[in-house]
């Protein structure tokens, strides 16, 4: 299966649908900040990843990159 790409800027939708976060800086000279690999049990459902323990590891860790990046400019 060859890898899908999907743009988002809900944490959410990027923790349900990826293997792997690519978060960008801000600003128009924007470059790969941060890579989050996403190892959750797939078939993926929104109520099962709330449910999961590891799920707000990871939402948590992408809103601290989002944050600590919005505060930087």
Same mark, same amino acid.
């Given at each position: 299966?060859?890898?899908?790409? =999907?743009?988002? @800027?809900?944490?959410?939708?990027? =923790?349900?649908?990826?293997?792997?976060?690519?978060?960008?800086?801000?600003?128009?000279?924007?470059? =790969?900040?941060?890579?989050?690999?996403?190892?959750?049990?797939? $078939?993926?459902?929104?109520?099962?990843?709330?449910? @999961? $323990?590891? %799920? %707000?590891? %990871?939402?948590?860790?992408?809103?601290?990159?989002?944050?600590?990046?919005? &505060?930087? &400019?």
């Amino acid at each position: 299966m060859s890898p899908l790409s =999907i743009v988002t @800027h809900d944490v959410d939708e990027a =923790i349900l649908l990826a293997d792997r976060v690519v978060m960008m800086t801000n600003g128009p000279q924007a470059k =790969i900040g941060k890579i989050e690999t996403i190892d959750l049990p797939r $078939p993926r459902s929104r109520k099962e990843l709330l449910s @999961h $323990p590891d %799920y %707000y590891r %990871y939402r948590e860790s992408i809103l601290r990159f989002l944050s600590e990046c919005d &505060h930087t &400019h």
